[in-house]
T-cell receptor, first 114, second 114 residues
Framework: DSGVTQTPKHLITATGQRVTLRCSPRSGDLSVYWYQQSLDQGLQFLIQYYNGEERAKGNILERFSAQQFPDLHSELNLSSLELGDSALYFC?????????????FGPGTRLTVT | AQSVTQLDSQVPVFEEAPVELRCNYSSSVSVYLFWYVQYPNQGLQLLLKYLSGSTLVKGINGFEAEFNKSQTSFHLRKPSVHISDTAEYFCAVSGTGGYNKLIFGAGTRLAVHP
């Protein structure tokens, strides 16, 4: 158990819909990262927040957005869903920002768009 | 920009045999290097990391990796595998600056047979 929690574990929804994925980082961790794992794209970095502020952006679609709240939990919002958005979405956290700090991964949310 | 190439998508091996999973990276700047393992239906767990210093890095579960700067490689090895090592293994890099998004390889599926 990494100490990172993600809810829900599974999500099935239809095209065009909007969903919110939630992540609670390990106690004391200020940095949260979102990654997408799909069969065709592999594991891709989406976005990073540090202490409530956006720090880095990857290949995140404009239909996707995220935020980190004062209690440090984070939400990833996916809208106008398409079949290709079906994937495993991971959240990771680290104590600070910087390559030397280990990222701890949550169990993921499996999103299926039908 | 950084990239990671895992040279084998699948590696079958018999129990108690040695194994090597190959990883090459490309980067114009200094990097940190990581190996993660993903067991079925689970998140990613850090096996080991190279930040600096000794090029031979030891990790959990008897795994080790060697950083070779001239060959830009970071191959993962285990002298004797167990059935429980069956999993997907990911090599990853991050920059050494203030941002540590991980860039992952495509993964290598290690299948250990009795």
């Amino acid at each position: 158990d990494s100490g990172v929690t993600q809810t829900p574990k599974h999500l099935i929804t239809a095209t065009g819909q909007r969903v919110t994925l939630r992540c609670s980082p390990r106690s004391g961790d200020l940095s949260v990262y979102w990654y997408q794992q799909s069969l065709d794209q592999g594991l891709q970095f989406l976005i990073q927040y540090y202490n409530g502020e956006e720090r880095a952006k990857g290949n995140i679609l404009e239909r996707f957005s995220a935020q980190q709240f004062p209690d440090l939990h984070s939400e990833l919002n996916l809208s106008s869903l398409e079949l290709g958005d079906s994937a495993l979405y991971f959240c990771a956290s680290s104590v600070a920002t910087g390559g030397a700090y280990e990222q701890y991964f949550g169990p993921g949310t499996r999103l299926t768009v039908t | 920009a950084q990239s990671v190439t895992q040279l084998d998508s699948q590696v079958p091996v018999f129990e108690e045999a040695p194994v090597e999973l190959r990883c090459n990276y490309s980067s114009s700047v200094s990097v940190y290097l990581f190996w993660y393992v993903q067991y079925p239906n689970q998140g990613l767990q850090l096996l080991l990391k190279y930040l600096s210093g000794s090029t031979l890095v030891k990790g959990i579960n008897g795994f080790e990796a060697e950083f070779n700067k001239s060959q830009t490689s970071f191959h993962l090895r285990k002298p004797s595998v167990h059935i429980s090592d069956t999993a997907e293994y990911f090599c990853a890099v991050s920059g050494t600056g203030g941002y540590n998004k991980l860039i992952f390889g495509a993964g290598t599926r290690l299948a250990v047979h009795p």
